[in-house]
């Protein structure tokens, strides 16, 4: 017998707003299979409001109003039974996030979490990472975000250590992250990972997604430290302009891919990782899965 059912996601960053609709394919006697079947992301870089001003701008306010009530047509088109929107970094410390959400959810009809950084590292640290990794390595996940990054210890398939830093690509872009910050997470990284004789880096978040896919590696592959810093390297040589038109990055992409691969490397460096693996996974994967195992609330439609 086979059921198939449709589960929605929404992820309200602080760079980008994105919804992913999954397919959760049951069959007797088999393992669930979570498949994703539609993924739209708006750039509407909510970071650079409250990182900079503490609130929203009336801007970015109507923008969120136009995408969540597009977002809840096309969870109504796709016939979706349940859905969980979280909103991070940047929503949990916009003075006027409550105000916004209230908006929201009159208005479009989708009540919005706010989640504070742990919560957020463990529904990450909850996607499909099982079928990643080998379960006799230790792994250091890095997931890089517009205002924070989730940071996990994976040893032998078991998560020991999980902790958000305010350290994202919108803050370092605005450059407002204390050095203190970055001597917090060397400290923290170096601590937790001394003890592992060899350690690997998984990254997630979008910009690693799209080095990845620019270097051609196949997937399953690790991209180096070598190659990691060569590309870093490359980048700074062009101008914003350049990477667009000579990079054909995105123009919401060309920005901060610089300061999300200074994270990574970072991590890398003080970790001793020389491998960085890309499973192309994060929040919005980490939503559908919980929801289904039911370890958090949703909303059903």
């Known amino acids: 017998m086979l059921k198939i059912q449709k589960y929605a996601a929404i992820d309200i960053g602080s760079n980008a707003v994105r919804l992913l609709i999954s397919n959760i394919i049951e069959q007797d006697d088999e393992p669930v299979i979570f498949k994703k079947n539609s993924l739209v992301r708006i750039p509407i870089r909510l970071g650079a409001d409250v990182f900079l001003n503490g609130e929203i701008s009336e801007y970015n306010q109507q923008r969120m109003l136009?995408?969540?009530?597009?977002?809840?047509?096309?969870?109504?088109?796709?016939?979706?039974?349940?859905?969980?929107?979280?909103?991070?970094?940047?929503?949990?410390?916009?003075?006027?996030?409550?105000?916004?959400?209230?908006?929201?959810?009159?208005?479009?009809?989708?009540?919005?979490?706010?989640?504070?950084?742990?919560?957020?590292?463990?529904?990450?640290?909850?996607?499909?990472?099982?079928?990643?990794?080998?379960?006799?390595?230790?792994?250091?996940?890095v997931d890089v975000g517009g205002g924070s990054t989730e940071f996990s210890i994976i040893h032998n398939g078991d998560k020991k250590q999980s902790k958000s830093f305010k350290i994202g690509t919108v803050r370092l872009l605005n450059d407002i992250v204390k050095n203190e910050t970055w001597l917090e997470?060397?400290?923290?990284?170096?601590?937790?990972?001394?003890?592992?004789?060899?350690?690997?880096?998984?990254?997630?978040?979008?910009?690693?997604?799209?080095?990845?896919?620019?270097?051609?590696?196949?997937?399953?592959?690790?991209?180096?430290?070598?190659?990691?810093?060569?590309?870093?390297?490359?980048?700074?040589?062009?101008?914003?302009?350049?990477?667009?038109?000579?990079?054909?990055?995105?123009?919401?992409?060309?920005?901060?891919?610089?300061?999300?691969?200074?994270?990574?490397?970072?991590?890398?460096?003080?970790?001793?990782?020389?491998?960085?693996?890309?499973?192309?996974?994060g929040l919005s994967d980490g939503i559908i899965k919980s929801m289904y195992y039911e370890t958090v609330s949703s909303v059903i439609v």
């Open 66 to 141: 136009d995408t969540m009530m597009a977002f809840s047509l096309i969870i109504k088109s796709h016939g979706v039974m349940r859905y969980k929107a979280c909103a991070t970094s940047a929503m949990r410390e916009a003075k006027n996030s409550d105000g916004l959400t209230k908006k929201i959810a009159e208005s479009c009809g989708i009540n919005i979490e706010i989640i504070d950084g742990d919560e957020e590292a463990a529904i990450i640290a909850a996607t499909d990472l099982q079928s990643f990794i080998n379960p006799n390595k230790t792994y250091l996940y």
């Open 185 to 281: 997470l060397e400290s923290w990284i170096k601590t937790h990972t001394k003890q592992y004789e060899k350690i690997e880096l998984i990254g997630s978040g979008g910009n690693i997604n799209k080095i990845f896919k620019i270097s051609g590696k196949d997937a399953g592959k690790p991209l180096t430290y070598f190659y990691l810093t060569s590309y870093y390297k490359m980048l700074q040589n062009y101008s914003y302009e350049e990477r667009i038109t000579k990079l054909n990055l995105n123009q919401d992409r060309a920005d901060v891919i610089i300061p999300a691969t200074r994270i990574y490397l970072s991590a890398m460096k003080w970790s001793g990782a020389k491998d960085i693996y890309v499973p192309k996974i």
